[in-house]
């Protein structure tokens, strides 16, 4: 039988005043003083016991932001963990393999996706006879008798398999030390851990962040973990420490660059002269110059490039002056170059010795430009589509220096050559006067 609810009467129920609620207001809170030294209720801002879950139910920024710092530290370490396995294991027989076993279901794929629904349904209704299923005499021998010649004990093989297998493994942290970077897999575990290590120093965990990197360079120095070691070591009051670091990157050499310009011109620091500042401008300018070029006009060239974070992580796999190209454009959208632009008086310092400065081998600096993305006047011929890739998904590098050749003939056009000759001139002289930029 069920139960009906009790009505409460009309007659015996009297109106809540203002004084009921407060009353009752009180009597909770009371209730929650009693339990205030569980884990759910505690003190808020003003004053008042509550629960956590009501003042946290909408985070603040702050807490948002390092929700998403965290998770993002978390997502590298579970793909620095999981390459760190195949690196620890590697089989390069295997590891062929499993790329080649890949590469032909992509293409697989590529073709499936490129065929229409009505060709999809015909090939699906199509059979395929090495999958049909023979019965009585049709049968092969070898699906009948245990016996035959023919017939493969899969388990004795996947043992032999494995033997061998085990027999090819190395360890390649171990046999690999400052070589790494030379095989695929090598760089992709170096590509993690340098996303793990930028997002420790996003995270403000700089010490991690400096562990990891001076770890990582023992691996491979010309990666870039220079760069964030020496970073990690002013961001921990070390500058001791960083003249130790060797920089072997083209980011560790900016670097240096920008700690010894610091160092001499804003902190006058004892021992620090502008020779040796200067010396390490012109190490950083021939591991690149294009990037010194990039200081010194860096609205022109700003204007010019395009699809910069399509070469992300790519000069490291390329050489000569493609590498060059790649590693220029790809420092340009970093968040490096803040320091050289917030550094008082540095770019112009830059632009002083990228104009007039001269090379060990002869010749200035932006003759030296002129050779990489094309001599001034000469067309650089751009292949691909536009979209940064040509043929077969490989990078246009020629489009990326084309952009970097117009940003030449733009700096050229702005009279920034002839106007520093000029102002030599005017120095020497008082009122000299130049024809065409040249000395009279």
Known sequence: MAKTKKRRNPAQASAWGKLEHEAARERKKE?????????????NKDGELTYKREEFAHDT????????????????????????EVVKNYDEVEYKRGKKEEEARRLDQEKWDSKSKIERRVAARQLDPTKWKLKGAAKPAQEVYSEDVRYVDKYALDLKNSKESHARMENLLVTRQGSLGEL????????????????????????GAGKLAERMGKLQGDFGFDDI????????????????????????????????????HELEEEGSTEEGARARLREALEGNVLVGFYLSFSEIVDDCLELQEELEGKGREMEGEDKMVAEAVEYSCSEQVGGWFGTDMA???????????????????????????????????????GEGEGEEGEIDMDMYRGMLNTALEMVAESGVFGGEERGDEMGEGGDGTSDGGTSS
């Open 31 to 43: 209730g929650l003083g009693k339990k205030a030294k569980a884990k759910s209720v505690h003190e």
């Open 61 to 84: 920024k702050d807490v948002k932001k390092k929700a998403k710092a965290k998770a993002k530290i978390e997502l590298w370490r579970r793909k620095v963990r999981e390459i760190e």
């Open 184 to 207: 695929e897999i090598g760089r992709t575990y170096l590509d993690a851990n340098l996303g793990l290590a930028k997002a420790l120093m996003g995270a403000g965990k700089v010490a």
């Open 229 to 264: 070691e020496i970073r990690c070591a002013l961001e921990c009051n070390m500058p001791s420490k960083v003249r130790r670091i060797k920089a072997d990157s083209v980011w560790g050499k900016w670097a240096m660059a920008l700690v010894e310009f610091v160092s001499w």
């Open 347 to 385: 770019v112009e310092w830059v632009r002083e010795e990228v104009l007039t400065g001269e090379r060990e081998g002869g010749g200035g600096w932006m003759d030296r430009v002129k050779e990489i993305v094309g001599v001034e006047g000469e067309e650089v011929e751009v292949q691909g589509d």
